[in-house]
């Protein structure tokens, strides 16, 4: 039988068991505590590192793309000055100009079409015009290549009207290289222009239309050869030979057949109610825009 003593000496025991485990119980709870403080830092941790990671990487990209803005930047300024270049592509040029009384520097006129585009683009001028040239004249225009500057960058012959108008010869046949002909010394001409100067920019403009000559009404010369005939003959023989041209004949703007037109653009000192052939600084800069656009495509 449990005696008092034993009784009580029980309970002490397990009181004693009692805080003995409650001490336990709480060391545990702060071990679990400083567990989850532990995971919480370490996950604040993990997540300021992944943090600083994509900063990184954010200040990485804007970097990156900071110098392709400064990259592309140049590139806008280069491209610009491409656009500039390809918008005045003839300034700082030499350009040779051939033909006969429209491009030489004469009375008809105080400033010619090339004076303009020189003026307008900033190009130098070789002025091989000569009053009465042509393809087939006496003055023919291929006697001249030799006095082309070699460093010339553009060469063009405007030219055709003394074919039809002085020392008439025959039209002769497409693909003719008979020198007695005007098809033959066309085609002779430009030949030879492409042999020697195939690295320039080369350019044929047409004669332009007369008081007597336009369009589909023209009046033949003694050999039977009409003004509309020299620059089909002459378009067909530059699209024979590939070589760029501009077809004034039939599109210059300029109407030397009518009284107003003819006073307006065609007048000088020697003719003010205007001589139906050539232009004046009026009529020049008529036709300069439609060359510049021709110069521009070559």
Not at 130 to 155: C, E, H
Not at 175 to 182: C, F, K, R, T, Y
Not at 189 to 218: A, F
Request: include cysteine.
């Amino acid at each position: 039988m449990a005696t008092l003593e034993t009784i009580v000496g029980g309970v002490d025991s397990g009181s004693l068991a009692i805080k003995k485990l409650d001490r336990n119980i709480k060391a545990v709870n702060l071990e679990i505590d400083n567990i989850d403080v532990t995971d919480q830092l370490n996950t604040a941790i993990t997540t300021h590192n992944s943090n600083a990671t994509a900063h990184a990487d954010i200040r990485t990209k804007i970097s990156d793309n900071l110098n392709k803005i400064t990259v592309l930047n140049g590139k806008d300024i280069e491209l610009d000055n491409q656009i500039k270049i390809l918008s005045n592509p003839l300034k700082g040029k030499k350009w040779t100009v051939m033909g006969d009384s429209i491009t030489e520097y004469n009375f008809a006129t105080t400033k010619n079409y090339h004076g303009y585009i020189a003026d307008w683009c900033g190009c130098t001028i070789q002025n091989l015009g000569i009053g009465g040239m042509g393809y087939s004249s006496i003055m023919n225009i291929y006697s001249q290549f030799y006095l082309i500057n070699p460093d010339a960058d553009y060469i063009t012959i405007m030219a055709g009207t003394n074919d039809y108008g002085l020392n008439a010869k025959p039209m002769g046949a497409f693909g003719s290289l008979s020198a007695d002909e005007i098809a033959g010394s066309m085609l002779n001409c430009l030949v030879m222009l492409q042999n020697n100067y195939w690295n320039k920019k080369l350019g044929i403009i047409s004669p332009l239309p007369r008081e007597d000559n336009w369009g589909e009404i023209s009046v033949a010369n003694s050999q039977g050869v009409t003004l509309k005939m020299v620059n089909d003959m002459l378009a067909k023989t530059c699209r024979h030979l590939s070589i760029p041209y501009l077809d004034l004949y039939s599109g210059s703007g300029l109407y030397p057949y009518t009284t107003a037109c003819s006073a307006g653009y065609f007048s000088n000192e020697m003719h003010p109610n205007g001589d139906g052939l050539h232009p004046n600084a009026l009529g020049h800069a008529v036709i300069a825009r439609k060359i510049l656009e021709f110069m521009v495509s070559l």
